[in-house]
């Protein structure tokens, strides 16, 4: 077995799997309205701030959390982007899950 041939083959499995293809799809939809895909970049880099902080442990300001609330209820009222954000959701789970799966065949004992 070579590990780099395998993978190659788990790209393609998350290629092919429903959650990429749904992703996908819903994302070059949103790509289409530029004011959609403002918002939703607009969201991602609030949560990546927050993730950021989270990381570093800076506290949250109660104005970021309520600018990305605010964001993610207007979000939710468009069908389209409230499809986009919970598909990115499933697939962010599967790509996790794949992490998980390979960090505990990597972790060393101390």
């Known amino acids: 077995m070579n590990v780099h041939d395998e993978a190659h083959n788990l790209a393609r ?7 990429y293809k749904q ?32 990381m570093v ?6 104005d970021l959390m309520e600018q990305i609330q605010s964001l993610y209820q207007i979000l939710m009222k468009d069908p389209l982007a409230s ?5 990115e959701m499933r697939f962010s789970l599967l790509v996790n899950d794949v992490y998980t799966i390979l960090g505990e065949v990597i972790k060393f004992d101390k």
């Open 23 to 54: 992703y996908a799809e819903l994302k070059e939809a949103a790509s289409q309205n530029d004011e959609l895909a403002a918002m939703l970049n607009d969201f991602q880099a609030k949560q990546f701030e927050i993730q950021a902080k989270q």
């Open 13 to 19: 499995a998350i290629r092919e799997s429903p959650e």
């Open 57 to 62: 442990g800076e506290e949250l300001g109660a």
């Open 83 to 87: 499809q986009y954000v919970q598909a």
